[in-house]
């Protein structure tokens, strides 16, 4: 069988068949263990990446252009050197996949002395909440100060990459997914502070337990509209707070106790995404100290309780992955499961005993396929590497 370096090159090839001397990179996709929506509100999270990538191949022209091709779409882009960075060229760019990418080049603010010609081959699925635009940004940024022998930090990276989202896709998500692909840590997840971007890699028993993700295949319209607007109700509650004299800079600052005066100031909308967020840096801080004790049940119920808080009170589940979670909850060996990702779709992650995976898959198959009259994908998730360069 032809190893992953083979299918990479021979894919890169065959969209530009005169390459030579092409570098070879690997960027994860991130799995979410807990802690949703608390990274824009300076809560900590508990992500990881993970054994789904993309493969970026580059390779230097002498055209002046820079190319993109992908193993995911027929069309391919190309922006002549000297055009990077005029008004016309980002806008064109705006409707098209490889909007990541051409980002990162222009942020990445290189010289750049020759065209390059990249390909992108993919494992990871797009669109099923694996941050697979998080992970083509992150990679290419990576591949690009690799090529041209520049250090930066990890944490200034994934900051790049997130403006990227910010100013290119305009998303203006937070740092978990890029920080996550950047530092994993095989067999670990990250417990990254959004405050002050410090990540504490914590071991997780992969022996034991497996994370494994189910995809509603639904991809509602309000993904990108629903997300910013979550983001400005919480900013709107976290100004509230402040002016009835809450010092705090967030709001995740707040504590689990402040929750009932919170509810005398705050407005029905207000309060209810101000609980979620408060509950699930709560949730995030236990969850890592009982993972680490090895209480695996504990552990799993807050993740059902993540999914409670995330439905009920922060409005961005469906109720397809309401019933998903359903499920999961009734089929023995699963420890917790819950909506992961921005929502409004996307997938369910739960965590299965290994002894289990088999008969949880076959059964939340069975159950899907009776509701929706569709398979599902699903996806075990094993704790990889972060970004880096295979050859
Ligand atoms: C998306 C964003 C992340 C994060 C999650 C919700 O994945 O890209 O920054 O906000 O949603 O937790």
């Given amino acids: 069988m032809d190893s992953i370096t083979d299918i990479v090159v021979a894919h890169h090839r ?56 992908s193993s995911n779409h027929k069309e391919t882009g190309e922006v002549a050197i000297k055009n990077l ?69 990890n944490t200034d990276l994934a900051l790049q990459a997130q403006r990227v989202e ?34 504490r890699l914590i071991p997780v028993d992969t022996a034991a337990v497996r994370f494994v993700l189910v995809n509603s295949g639904v991809k509602h319209s309000l993904r990108e509209s629903g997300y910013n607007d979550r983001r400005r109700e919480c900013e709107r509650a976290l100004i509230m707070l402040q002016k009835s004299g809450f010092s705090i800079q967030h709001l995740c600052d707040c504590s689990i106790d402040d929750l009932t005066t919170i509810q005398n100031i705050l407005p029905h909308t207000e309060y209810r995404r101000a609980y979620h967020v408060i509950s699930e840096h709560h949730r995030v801080l236990q969850f890592a100290d009982e993972i680490q004790k090895y209480n695996l049940s504990k552990a799993g119920e807050l993740l059902f309780k993540s999914h ?38 996307g997938c369910t992650i739960s965590m299965v005993a290994l002894y289990a995976v088999e008969h949880f898959t076959k059964t939340i198959a069975q159950k899907f396929k009776k509701k929706e009259n569709r398979m599902p994908e699903i996806y075990e998730c094993t704790l990889e590497d972060g970004t880096h360069r295979i050859e």
Avoid at 18 to 36: L, Q
Avoid at 134 to 142: D, E, R, W
Avoid at 171 to 195: E, F, P, S, W, Y
């Fill in 166 to 199: 910010w100013d290119f896709a305009g998303v203006r998500c937070g740092i978990m997914d890029q920080m996550a692909i950047i530092n994993g840590k095989k067999g670990h997840a990250l417990m990254l502070n959004t405050q002050n971007l410090e990540c």
């Fill in 308 to 345: 409670q808080s995330l439905s009920a009170y922060y409005e961005v589940s469906i109720p397809l992955i309401d019933e998903m979670v359903e499920w999961a909850s009734e089929i023995d060996g699963v420890y917790g499961s819950r909506l992961m990702g921005g929502g409004f779709g």
């Fill in 85 to 153: 960075h005029t008004p016309y060229t980002q806008e064109h760019a705006l409707r098209m996949w490889w909007v990541y990418p051409f980002g990162a080049c222009v942020l990445s603010n290189i010289e750049f002395e020759s065209g390059l010609d990249f390909s992108f081959y993919s494992t990871l699925p797009v669109g099923a909440g694996m941050s697979s635009s998080a992970s083509i940004t992150v990679g290419t940024l990576y591949a690009l100060y690799s090529l041209y022998d520049k250090k930066i930090k």
């Fill in 14 to 69: 065959e969209h530009f068949p005169k390459s030579s001397d092409c570098a070879i990179f690997a960027s994860p996709g991130r799995i979410n263990i807990i802690g949703e929506h608390i990274d824009y509100n300076g809560g900590t999270v508990f992500p990881a990446a993970i054994d789904k990538h993309i493969y970026i191949c580059v390779s230097r022209n002498n055209d002046g252009i820079i190319r993109f091709a």
